[in-house]
């Protein structure tokens, strides 16, 4: 157990650092945040300031190095979470990194094997799993009464909450649209309700139906449509190994009716239920029955809850809350969407072969 109050660094100080990190490490205990990084020094000079932070740079590699630092939190755009993680998983320092927590399932295989030899914590910021009606289905679920889960029906789509900074719409920097921006959270939901089964197969789509042209405005203002090299639409279908199957729908921009649809309904042979609105259907001595699960009291917000979680991780020398396996199998299917898009093909995963740290082929 590490009894002294714990010290983090944080590298990238955008929006969801400054809007729900900080209030997180600020509420847990004996927590402090003493380093910030950003490679934007007017960013990162303003964050320092408001924040009360004395030590600051632009290099992350220079932060890592920081011998008081135990944890690195890092939110930078998703393509630079790969060497962020390294260099601080390198440097000794436990790390939880925002989600996707990378585009890629090599880099999260290379994150795995860098934690593992570091013998240090790695989590995936996924916060859904924190929220209060998460907690609640979890609990329902684990309990049994579901069954075992056949179908999932996975959604994350709006119909016009397109995010505009570059950090999400340029591929260079996010990786993908909103199959890794908002699907991530959905899916990863869905499969640890499910307790985590292999994905086998994969085929998928990618397809930008609006983003390019000016059909549906985006309730967060325009884009820069030159700059927009991600998919608006994506949609996958998963086989699992235990002959489960998925289908997954993101989109930012579509015509529905609702806002946003995030959400997960997952068929059990005992019973349904639907995340997070609660709602389960089942039939008990012949009888169709209805019901609604509420959510769990008292949490805090999820970010603070996710942050909790990690830091008492670090503290009691725990596994990590959400490991390395449970993500590389998350990014594996919305890869495989991806790669299915590319080549118009089915993507086989060798789901058995999905963990952490793969070994390695005999010579
Ligand atoms: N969990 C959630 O609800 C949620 C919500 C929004 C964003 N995110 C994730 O958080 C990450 C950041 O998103 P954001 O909205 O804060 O973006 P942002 O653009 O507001 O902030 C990113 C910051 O990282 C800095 N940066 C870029 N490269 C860097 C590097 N190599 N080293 C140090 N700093 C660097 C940028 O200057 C910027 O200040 C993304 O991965 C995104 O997917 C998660």
Redesign the pocket.
């Known amino acids: 157990m590490i009894k002294k109050p714990l010290k983090i660094g944080i590298?990238?100080?955008?929006?969801?650092?400054?809007?729900?990190h900080m209030p997180g490490w600020k509420a847990a205990e004996d927590c402090e945040v003493v380093a910030v990084?950003?490679?934007?020094r007017e960013?990162?000079e303003r964050f320092a300031a408001d924040f009360g932070i004395k030590q600051t740079c632009?290099?992350?590699t220079e932060l890592v190095q920081l011998p008081e630092l135990d944890i690195i939190d890092i939110?930078?755009?998703?393509r630079?979470?790969t060497?962020?993680v390294l260099a601080a998983l390198e440097a000794g320092k436990h790390v939880l990194c925002?989600?996707?927590l990378a585009v890629t399932t090599a880099e999260v295989r290379e994150m795995g094997e860098a934690a593992r030899k570091a013998g240090r914590l790695l989590m995936t910021?996924?916060?859904h799993r924190y929220g209060a009606p998460a907690v609640a289905l979890k609990r329902w679920v684990d309990s049994g009464a579901l069954g075992e889960v056949y179908y999932a029906r996975v959604h994350a789509t709006r119909r016009n909450w397109l995010?505009t900074?570059?950090?999400?719409i340029a591929e260079e920097l996010?990786g993908g649209g909103p199959c890794?921006?908002i699907g991530v959270?959905a899916l990863d939901t869905a499969l640890w309700l499910m307790g985590f089964p292999n994905p086998v197969r994969v085929t998928g789509t990618r397809l930008t139906n609006f983003a390019k042209g000016d059909t549906i405005p985006g309730a967060w203002g325009e884009w820069d449509r030159k700059k927009f090299t991600v998919e608006d639409f994506a949609s996958g279908f998963v086989h699992f190994s235990n002959g489960a199957t998925m289908v997954i729908e993101c989109s930012w921009l579509q015509h529905q009716h609702e806002d946003e649809d995030f959400s997960a309904r997952l068929f059990g042979k005992k019973a349904s239920v639907q995340w997070p609105a609660g709602d389960f259907s089942t039939t008990v001595a012949r009888t169709l029955l209805d019901g609604n699960i509420k959510p769990v009291g008292g949490l805090r917000p999820p970010?603070s809850e996710e942050i909790a979680a990690f830091a008492d991780a670090v503290r009691h020398n725990k596994p990590s809350p959400i490991p390395v396996a449970e993500t590389l199998k998350v990014i594996a299917i919305l890869e495989g969407i991806y790669e299915s898009a590319r080549t118009g093909r089915e993507v086989l995963l060798r789901g058995d072969d999905l963990q952490v740290p793969v070994k390695k082929a005999k010579k």
């Open positions: 590298i990238g100080a955008g929006g969801i650092m400054r809007g729900v990084c950003d490679t934007n960013v990162m632009t290099d992350f939110a930078t755009p998703n630079f979470h060497p962020a925002e989600k996707p910021a996924q916060h995010p900074p570059p950090t999400f996010a890794m921006d959270h970010h």
